[in-house]
């Protein structure tokens, strides 16, 4: 065990002194990011880098949060309707609070995507303020745990992959993959970051709602 | 070492201090505590960095949602303790 | 001594603990924990080191933000086998680690 920390240790200071002693970068990102911004269809930078510059690798990253739900669902029980629905204890001010706060938190989501074009936020931001909520009302029984996903809850937890696939589809039939036309890409980025809110929000939630059933 | 370097190396200070204390505490349910404390001051680290989108995502996915994950696992949200330290 | 920089080093500080974690660690929950401490040293390096001229970065930061949804997406696939196991064997130790 000693040799493990001692290990550890070495590695640390090794990395301290190697990043003390770094000499400037050879590339400008931020300069390359400001000089494209205005073509990029929204006016934030980081929302630019995200949903646009860098959106192949936000495409793969919805994929891999899908895949993740995918194995959570395929490992947790297979658990029927319990008999005793209320698995939480049920609070009054727990639930009076929820009441409250959930619509609030709703709210705060819808800001979030739509503000992510100008300022700080975006459709990650606000797929975890949905998630969030869920929890809340689970939390406080209002909402029971999610088991076998229907219908509808699968189309909103593959739906934001789906449109943003066909997006990146459409545009590599036109040419180059995920290259947005410079007219259209603040709107197309809206589109694909309200898809991608309401099945992030789901599929956060989900990682929770599913694993969150009562071994027997 | 102005105020803003001050206050960076104690953020930064107190990181490593509640991470070290959420590895080393033998009640796993004080890790966990510690942990979302850990993230919640990742939040002001992320703020401190110019980044204030990673903030945001920090604190509601990094501390909130894996908080909620972590402490639903030890079973306390459940009303009972499942599993000793 | 830039912000970026300090929070650079005490990310791969933070690294270095959450790698000697999750080998000496012989609980899952603490190995599950030990790792997302890995993997927030990680970003931390990440926009430190981009930034340590002041300069706020922002792909370095969208990178991150990618890294903090898959982070936790990997907590939760390693918490559902952990109480897989702890739901199979009533413990959350591998079988191995607890013969010795």
Redesign the interface.
């Known amino acids: 065990m000693k040799a493990v920390v001692l290990a550890a240790a070495a590695f640390a200071a090794l990395l301290v002194a190697v990043m003390l002693d770094l000499p400037a970068a050879a590339v400008d990102l931020p300069a390359a990011v400001a000089a494209n911004l205005s073509h990029s269809g929204v006016a934030h930078p ?2 630019a880098v995200l949903l646009n510059f860098r959106g192949y690798d936000t495409l793969l990253e919805i994929g891999v949060l899908l895949l993740a739900l995918l194995v959570v669902l395929a490992v947790s029980p297979h658990a029927e309707e319990p008999a005793g629905a209320a ?3 049920v609070e009054p001010v727990l639930q009076a609070i929820a009441r409250i706060a959930v619509p609030l938190m709703l709210l705060a989501a819808v800001y ?1 995507l739509w503000a992510g074009a100008h300022r ?3 459709a ?2 606000a797929g ?2 949905l ?2 909520a869920a ?1 809340l009302l689970h ?1 406080a029984g209002l909402l029971p745990g999610w088991h076998a996903p229907k219908l509808l809850l699968r189309a909103g937890l593959a739906g934001g992959f789906l449109v943003f696939l066909a997006a990146a589809a459409a545009l590599l039939a036109r040419g180059a993959l995920l290259a947005y036309p410079p007219a259209a890409a603040g709107a197309l980025i809206l589109v694909i970051e309200s898809a991608l809110t309401v099945s992030l929000g789901l599929t ?1 939630a989900g ?2 709602l599913f ?2 059933r ?1 071994e027997a | 070492m102005n105020t ?2 001050a206050f ?2 104690l953020l ?1 200070a107190a ?2 201090w509640s ?2 204390r ?2 080393a505490t033998p009640d ?1 349910f004080r ?2 505590i510690l ?1 979302i404390v ?2 919640l001051l ?1 939040t002001l ?2 703020a ?7 903030a ?3 604190a ?3 501390a ?3 908080g ?3 402490l ?3 079973g306390v ?3 009972r303790r499942q ?1 000793k330290p | ?1 830039t ?2 920089l ?2 650079a ?2 990310g791969a ?2 690294f270095s ?2 790698v000697a ?1 999750v080998i000496l ?1 012989a ?1 899952l ?2 190995r ?3 790792f ?2 890995m993997g ?1 040293g990680a ?2 390096v990440l ?2 080191l981009a ?1 340590r001229a002041g300069i ?1 970065d922002p792909v370095p ?1 969208a990178m ?2 990618t890294g ?2 898959v ?2 997406a990997a ?2 696939l390693a ?1 559902a086998l ?2 897989r196991l ?1 739901a199979l064997t009533g413990a ?1 130790t591998l079988p191995e680690a607890r013969d010795d």
Request: hydrophobic share 65%; charged share 10%.
């Open positions: 980081v929302t698995r939480v204890s979030l700080p936020g975006g990650f931001q975890a303020v998630a969030a929890v939390l956060l990682l929770f694993l969150s009562d | 803003g370097l960076d190396l930064a990181l490593l991470a070290w959420a590895l796993i890790a966990v942990f850990f993230g990742m680290a992320w401190r960095l110019d980044a204030p989108d990673i945001l995502a920090e509601a996915i990094g909130g949602l894996t909620a994950l972590l639903d696992a030890i949200l459940r009303g599993e | 001594m912000t970026g300090v929070f080093v005490a500080i933070l603990m959450g974690g660690l609980h929950l603490r599950i924990l030990a997302n401490l927030s970003f931390l926009v430190g930034q706020a930061q991150v933000l903090i949804v982070a936790v907590t939760a918490l952990a109480r702890h959350y």
